[in-house]
C-alpha cells in the first residue's frame, strides 16, 4: 500500500528555517509531480511548490526567493527546504505526490498526513 510519510515540521521563530521531508512507502510503477500544500487556520489549503520528475519546479508567489523544493527520485523524497520564515507561513504542511501504482493503472493523488510548522514573531 502506497503512503506519504511527512516529517520536519515544528516551531521555529520568526527568520528561521526548517526542512520538510515527504517519503513514499510502499511499491509504485510511477510517480509524477509531487508537491507541497499549506493550510492556514481557518483557511483554504493551498499550493506552496510543486515538482515534476524532470525537475521544473513552481511555487506560490509568497514563498519565492525563500522556499527551495527538491527531490531525491532514487529514493522517492521530495524535500521542502523553508527559509527566512514569517509568521503567517504558520499551517499545516500537506505532502502531495501523482502515483501509478501498477503499469495499467490510473494516476492517482496521494496525501500525506500533514505536517504542523508554526512561526512565532
Known amino acids: 500500500q502506497v503512503q506519504l510519510v511527512e516529517s520536519g515540521g515544528g516551531l521555529v521563530q520568526a527568520g528561521g528555517s526548517l526542512r520538510l521531508s515527504c517519503a513514499v512507502s510502499?511499491?509504485?510503477?510511477?510517480?509524477?509531480?509531487m508537491g507541497w500544500y499549506r493550510q492556514p487556520p481557518g483557511k483554504q489549503r493551498e499550493l506552496v511548490a510543486r515538482?515534476?520528475?524532470?525537475?521544473?519546479?513552481n511555487y506560490a508567489d509568497s514563498v519565492k526567493g525563500r522556499f527551495t523544493i527538491s527531490r531525491d527520485n532514487a529514493k522517492n523524497t521530495a524535500y521542502l527546504q523553508m527559509n527566512s520564515l514569517k509568521p503567517e507561513d504558520t499551517a499545516v504542511y500537506y505532502c502531495?505526490?501523482?502515483?501509478?501504482?501498477?503499469?495499467?493503472?490510473?494516476?492517482?493523488?496521494?496525501w500525506g498526513q500533514g505536517t504542523q510548522v508554526t512561526v512565532s514573531s
Open positions: 510502499g511499491t509504485a510503477f510511477s510517480i509524477n509531480a
Open positions: 515538482i515534476v520528475t524532470a525537475g521544473s519546479t
Open positions: 502531495k505526490a501523482d502515483i501509478r501504482v501498477r503499469s495499467y493503472s490510473r494516476l492517482d493523488n496521494y
